[in-house]
């Protein structure tokens, strides 16, 4: 349902989408991980026809965006993580002018206008303007301005940015209902938890390209059984570094990925077990360790594998 071959985007001399490939399927929801300004809104933008690719081709639904673009639309819904409501029209004349936008019309309009606001929960504040509405409820009339004429491939950029913790399930539930519905559904986030509930497979993006692909299960196999040791303290660059790497015969896969003078970031196996031997080789290098968090493998591990740090910096 949508495939993306060599995408680039250059804004002058800053690439912001660099040689990103991938193909997400119907019935499935393919997510696009990575921290803000990882380039995920940029492909977004690209792949619905807003922005135009400095280089790569798009096909939505067979049809390739820049030289079918009208087709290609035809079959896209977007939600963008701008919020795209009028609002001084009452929440179903927002519905109404999409659906009318996408060509339905008459009781065909008004049959899926009353479906989509019972789907969404906003039945009974229909009549009411967004304006008045909590940030939870403009979320989801916002989803339901992009899915009002049943798209076939769904493009949601960071939905739930902003929004408390019950509204976020609703749109979680909105989400799956919509795949489950036989859509094709393309999910932006830098929140791990949601690529792990929500995606069926993934690409983790930064710095505007692919740096791992696949299912979740796959991804997590990537890791073995390693995890994440961050230590807060001090930490002297060079006798830190060669302490730790001095515990290599006794540790197999431990491994630095990031290291300043008051944090040191590690990855192993059974971190907990090794512990002792890490804190007295830190000590004895003349380093001291005040804080200590240990994460089991789980994507942000991986993301911290992968870059040396946290996905959301």
């Not at 009353?114 to 989801?140: T, W």
């Not at 939905?159 to 909105?174: E, K, N, Y």
Request: contains cysteine; hydrophobic residues 40%.
């Amino acid at each position: 349902m949508l495939m993306v071959e060599d995408l680039v985007k250059n804004y002058g001399e800053l690439t912001a989408v660099d040689d990103v490939s991938f193909s997400a399927q119907a019935g499935k929801v393919f997510g696009l991980l990575g921290p803000n300004g990882a380039g995920k809104s940029t492909a977004i933008n690209c792949i619905s026809g807003l922005l135009a690719p400095t280089a790569g081709r798009i096909f939505v639904n067979g049809h390739d965006v820049v030289r079918q673009a009208k087709a290609a639309k035809q079959s896209l819904g977007v939600v963008p993580q701008e919020l795209a409501l009028y609002e001084d029209l009452p929440a179903i004349d927002n519905l109404r002018y999409w659906g009318k936008a996408y060509g339905l019309r008459g009781e065909a309009l008004e049959e899926r206008v009353a479906n989509v606001l019972e789907h969404i929960g906003l039945a009974d504040r229909a009549k009411d303007l967004p304006k008045e509405f909590s940030g939870g409820m403009k979320r989801r009339l916002n989803f339901g301005c992009g899915v009002v004429h049943e798209p076939q491939v769904l493009l949601l950029d960071e939905p739930t940015v902003g929004v408390d913790p019950q509204s976020r399930a609703r749109l979680f539930d909105l989400v799956e209902a919509t795949r489950d519905a036989g859509a094709c559904v393309l999910y932006t986030t830098h929140y791990m938890e949601e690529a792990e509930r929500l995606c069926d497979s993934l690409a983790i993006i930064d710095h505007g390209k692919i740096i791992a692909q696949g299912t979740v299960a796959e991804l997590k196999d990537q890791l073995g059984a390693r995890d994440a040791l961050q230590l807060n303290g001090k930490f002297p660059d060079g006798a830190i570094r060669t302490a730790i790497e001095g515990l290599a015969s006794d540790i197999n896969d431990l491994e630095i990925l990031s290291q300043d003078d008051d944090s040191l970031l590690l990855t192993l196996s059974n971190a907990s077990q090794h512990l002792p031997k890490i804190f007295a080789a830190v000590s004895d290098a003349g380093g001291n360790v005040t804080e200590t968090s240990l994460r089991s493998p789980n994507l942000e591990t991986l993301f911290l594998l992968l870059t040396g740090k946290e996905l959301r910096e």
